[in-house]
């Protein structure tokens, strides 16, 4: 599967974007998708993930209650709405595909083309 991220952009604190993935080459109705981000000269780290239906979410502690990933298995895209944004949220944000359907004993892969969102202060 190729996964094509976009809809990152240049935000001032507080703001709001909106990222969207698009998969293309196989269905990912049947996996768990994800999103992480890579900040300039660190790790790339987890921010959220989704289960193959939708009904079941994981957001780590420093994007909780301001992100919402979403999924819509008929346009085979994945979501992740950001609001409430902070200069630390910058960086460049990838999905990846799970390699089941479900947020247990999942692994994320299948990197796509990551998107730039920067918040400015």
């Known amino acids: 599967v190729q996964l094509q991220a976009s809809g990152g952009g240049l935000v001032q604190a507080g703001g709001s974007l909106r990222l969207s993935c698009a998969a293309s080459?196989?269905?990912?109705?049947?996996?768990?998708m994800s999103w992480f981000r890579q900040a300039p000269g660190k790790e790339r780290l987890f921010v959220a993930a989704?289960?193959?239906?939708?009904?079941?979410?994981h957001y780590s502690d420093s994007v909780k209650g301001r992100f919402t990933i979403s999924r819509d298995n008929a346009k085979n895209t994945v979501y992740l709405q950001m609001n409430s944004l902070k200069p630390e949220d910058t960086a460049v944000y990838y999905c990846?595909?799970?390699?089941?359907?479900?947020?247990?004993?999942?692994?994320?892969?299948?990197w796509g083309q990551g998107t730039q969102v920067t918040v400015s202060s």
């Open positions: 990846a595909a799970g390699s089941n359907g479900e947020l247990v004993e999942v692994e994320f892969g299948n």
């Open positions: 080459g196989r269905t990912i109705s049947s996996y768990a």
């Open positions: 989704i289960n193959w239906s939708g009904g079941s979410t």
